[in-house]
């Protein structure tokens, strides 16, 4: 197993759909990246799936996977690859890091899948619908820019909610258990390694989509 994580990281180095901090020309792929089209980042992207997947229905709109293991990210930048998916870009960083690569007021949509609920009392600033984070999307979101969060964790869904409402967002949509409530929006049946991990393990997966005032 070690083995191949080496052999991965050596492959994302070369893999033309990846820039990772400390790469020199990072700022420069992007911008690169970059055109009028609608930006819509995935932060917390795991494998990419939903990167992937929204970059295949909607080819008029530019998607940027974001997350720190590079391990994950090899698999959404292979396959954007071999699909040949020109609208992709995957990013190893830190979210915390986002306004040093993007301008304010320059992302259309935020997308947040299954990210680590850090359940710890001492852990909550780490959650990425903590205040600070909000702060941090609140700036960088367009005027009518939207954050999705898709999570299999009760607490933190509860947490998101009130997390939210506190900071004075606008709910526009919250759904507990999407599987019950069989919803019509197609996004939400794409389905993460993660996601079909927990679907198996009996949980329910909740959504929860804000925008800020």
């Given at each position: 197993m070690a083995r191949k994580k080496l052999q991965r990281f050596a492959e994302i180095d070369k893999l033309p759909n990846v820039a990772q901090a400390g790469d020199l020309d990072i700022k420069e792929k992007i911008k690169k990246f970059v055109t009028d089209?609608?930006?819509v980042l995935e932060l917390a992207c795991g494998r990419g799936e939903y990167t992937t997947s929204m970059a295949k229905l909607f080819p008029d709109k530019?998607?940027?996977?974001i997350d720190i293991q590079?391990?994950?990210i090899w698999y959404g930048a292979k396959e954007a690859k071999e699909q040949r998916l020109?609208?992709?870009l995957f990013l190893?960083?830190?979210?915390?890091?986002?306004?040093?690569?993007?301008?304010?007021r320059s992302i259309?949509?935020?997308?947040i899948t299954f990210p680590d609920p850090y359940p710890r009392k001492k852990q909550i600033k780490k959650r990425l619908t903590s205040p600070r984070f909000l702060q941090l999307y609140k700036d960088l979101l367009k005027k009518e820019g939207s954050v999705n969060l898709k999570t299999d964790d009760l607490n933190l869904f509860v947490y998101s909610k009130e997390s939210t409402n506190d900071f004075g967002t606008k709910i526009i949509e919250e759904i507990e258990d999407i599987y019950k409530k069989r919803p019509?929006?197609?996004?939400?049946?794409?389905?993460?390694?993660f996601e079909k991990k927990h679907i198996r393990a009996k949980k329910t997966i909740n959504y929860l989509k804000f925008k800020f005032k």
């Open positions: 089209a609608p930006l530019q998607f940027i996977g590079g391990e994950r020109k609208n992709v190893r960083i830190q979210v915390e890091n986002l306004e040093e690569y993007f301008g304010k259309d949509e935020i997308w019509k929006n197609k996004l939400l049946y794409i389905k993460t390694y």
